[in-house]
């Protein structure tokens, strides 16, 4: 038993100091990746509008162009979530340790609040019992933000979405390329 108490502090440890690594690295993506994400739209929205406009007043038209738009915006947009993903990496650290303390603290009063509690009675044992139960769920719900969050980040954060990247900035890349072709083309014509 001694083993896991003393294995909880380091794990801790390991936590913080993963969390402080990963958010070093999003710190130095952050930048580059917004300025591929807007470029991107940037690329998308030249070549739709070289492509498209002015549109026809046809349905098929329409469509054609509303799904070219969203194809070339595609990259621009697995971009972004990836950028939205390294923001919230980058104050992961600071969440972490805020709300570890914060948890620590309020366990700590709701436990000095049952032992220091002398009630005599049987109900006011129970009452004394559901406030504590009720305090402690609170601390719960103050922390399933934070855990939510992360979640929603790991969820981002595994080897397809990093693949959608990757396949996102190589689109990208073709995009400028096509963009930059299609404006020469339409400068020459």
Not at 127 to 137: D, E, F, M, P, T
């Given at each position: 038993?001694s083993t896991d108490?003393?294995?909880?502090?380091?794990?801790?440890?390991?936590?913080?100091?993963?969390?402080?690594?990963?958010?070093?690295?999003?710190?130095?993506?952050?930048?580059?990746?917004?300025?591929?994400?807007?470029?991107?739209?940037?690329?998308?929205?030249?070549?739709?509008?070289?492509?498209?406009?002015?549109?026809?007043?046809?349905?098929?038209?329409?469509?054609?162009?509303?799904?070219?738009?969203?194809?070339?915006?595609?990259?621009?947009?697995?971009?972004?979530?990836?950028?939205?993903?390294?923001?919230?990496?980058?104050?992961?650290?600071?969440?972490?340790?805020?709300?570890?303390?914060?948890?620590?603290e309020q366990s700590?009063?709701?436990?000095?609040?049952?032992?220091?509690?002398?009630?005599?009675?049987?109900?006011?044992?129970?009452?004394?019992?559901?406030?504590?139960?009720?305090?402690?769920?609170?601390?719960?719900?103050?922390?399933?933000?934070?855990?939510?969050r992360t979640g929603?980040?790991?969820?981002?954060?595994?080897?397809?979405?990093?693949?959608?990247?990757?396949?996102?900035?190589?689109?990208?890349?073709?995009?400028?390329?096509?963009?930059?072709?299609?404006?020469?083309?339409?400068?020459?014509?």
């Amino acid at each position: 038993m001694s083993t896991d108490a003393s294995s909880a502090p380091h794990d801790e440890g390991r936590l913080r100091q993963t969390a402080r690594a990963a958010a070093a690295l999003a710190e130095r993506l952050t930048t580059g990746v917004a300025v591929l994400a807007s470029f991107s739209a940037g690329a998308g929205l030249l070549l739709w509008g070289l492509l498209w406009w002015p549109p026809s007043g046809a349905l098929s038209s329409l469509f054609g162009a509303a799904g070219t738009l969203v194809l070339l915006l595609s990259p621009a947009a697995v971009l972004t979530l990836f950028y939205l993903g390294l923001r919230d990496l980058l104050t992961l650290p600071e969440r972490l340790s805020t709300r570890t303390a914060r948890t620590v603290e309020q366990s700590a009063d709701t436990v000095r609040a049952t032992t220091s509690e002398a009630s005599t009675g049987l109900l006011g044992r129970l009452w004394g019992l559901v406030k504590h139960v009720w305090a402690l769920r609170g601390v719960l719900l103050e922390n399933r933000a934070l855990l939510v969050r992360t979640g929603a980040l790991v969820r981002f954060a595994n080897p397809g979405f990093l693949l959608l990247v990757v396949a996102a900035t190589v689109a990208t890349g073709l995009l400028g390329a096509g963009a930059l072709v299609a404006v020469v083309a339409a400068w020459i014509l």
